[in-house]
């Protein structure tokens, strides 16, 4: 059953039985003494195998070997058909039904933010998908709503059969379009333009349990589905480091941001959390605009870099990704503008920090 191969291990559970046993015995002959009973002889015999049987031995490892790769990858197979919503008896697993988790509060709370992934994070066994190159929104049941709690304004058809939940997730037009997106999405009047976006979904914050779980969930509650602007975010378990690289590699090709990890065991925090991880080859960030730069050369006559401080209180120089157009009219002292970088230097620096558009405020 799935709940048996989603235990921790199976050989961890062999040894726990055998503790167990053996606990049995113990209590029983604590309770014979008790008793006034004569404890039982028990005869200790020396035991020294023989070369022949040495060999056996030698000849097991590989077969324990292959039958722990079997357990694992049978572990992992579970796991997936779990999020996924494969079938399953629900009381087995001790899931309470989807109609009786529904929160009645819908006061905004913020939402979960993740931390950068590093290569000294074993995320084995973790839940992984696609990082969306999308706005992030929460959906409360009757509005959409920014990870700051503004309000977006979708045409009535938009959100129309959404689910009577509250859902996490990004409006996402494709991939390397996040201009767009943010132009179509900020606008305060209704318009045609979203019937281009989706809302891809990928958590529940207030259905209760841990992330796995609510994966379950959710996965319950997208079947049958009649909207064709939302719809459950593809999710995967991750089976070690070398299956995240080239599920990242994939994504890159395609032209996408990067990974994105979760703790199968986290609970919803609203806060930025090491149990959610981003895996980019580059990151971005936000940072104020506290000096202009004049250029030399070709951009002597305009902006050639500038200042600026991020949230750490770190002054860098940003003096690329800039079009003419930009260095022309550059962003405005006091503003604040969003820009990637490549890891960090020792001092804390941004490292090759490169200009990519005014913070979008949402």
Request: proline residues 4%; charged residues 35%; contains cysteine.
């Amino acid at each position: 059953m799935v709940k048996n191969s989603l235990q921790e291990d199976d050989e961890e559970s062999v040894r726990t039985e055998e503790v167990d046993e053996l606990t049995e015995k113990v209590i029983s002959v604590a309770a014979d003494l008790n008793d006034g009973k004569d404890l039982p002889q028990v005869n200790i015999e020396v035991y020294t195998p023989s070369t022949e049987e040495g060999k056996d031995e030698e000849e097991k490892v590989p077969a324990e070997m292959n039958r722990r790769q079997s357990n694992r990858k049978r572990k992992h197979d579970a796991l997936n058909d779990y999020i996924n919503g494969a079938e399953f008896d629900s009381s087995e697993d001790g899931e309470d039904a989807v109609d009786g988790m529904r929160k009645i509060n819908r006061q905004f709370q913020g939402v979960m933010l993740a931390e950068k992934y590093t290569e000294d994070v074993n995320v084995d066994g973790w839940i992984m998908s696609e990082k969306l190159d999308g706005v992030r929104c929460i959906w409360n049941g009757k509005t959409m709503k920014t990870r700051n709690n503004n309000t977006f304004y979708p045409p009535p058809f938009f959100a129309k059969n959404f689910p009577d939940e509250i859902l996490d997730g990004e409006l996402f037009l494709e991939r390397g379009e996040f201009s767009k997106t943010i132009s179509i999405v900020r606008k305060q009047q209704a318009h045609d333009g979203w019937k281009d976006i989706k809302f891809l979904v990928f958590d529940g914050p207030e259905l209760g349990g841990n992330f796995k779980t609510r994966l379950r969930k959710l996965s319950k509650i997208f079947k049958g589905n009649k909207s064709e602007f939302v719809e459950l975010h593809k999710h995967e378990v991750c089976k070690d480091k070398d299956h995240l690289d080239e599920e990242m590699e994939r994504v890159i090709a395609l032209k996408g941001e990067g990974m994105m990890v979760r703790d199968p065991k986290s609970y919803y925090e609203y806060r930025r959390s090491d149990k959610m991880l981003k895996v980019k080859k580059a990151y971005d960030a936000e940072a104020v605009v506290i000096k202009k730069i004049k250029g030399t050369g070709r951009c002597s006559n305009m902006m050639g870099a500038i200042l600026c401080r991020n949230n750490d209180g770190i002054e860098f120089k940003v003096g690329s990704g800039f079009t003419d157009a930009d260095r022309r009219n550059p962003p405005k002292m006091g503003s604040i503008i969003t820009y990637k970088y490549y890891e960090v230097t020792k001092s804390g620096k941004p490292r090759f920090p490169i200009y990519l558009r005014p913070y979008a405020g949402m």
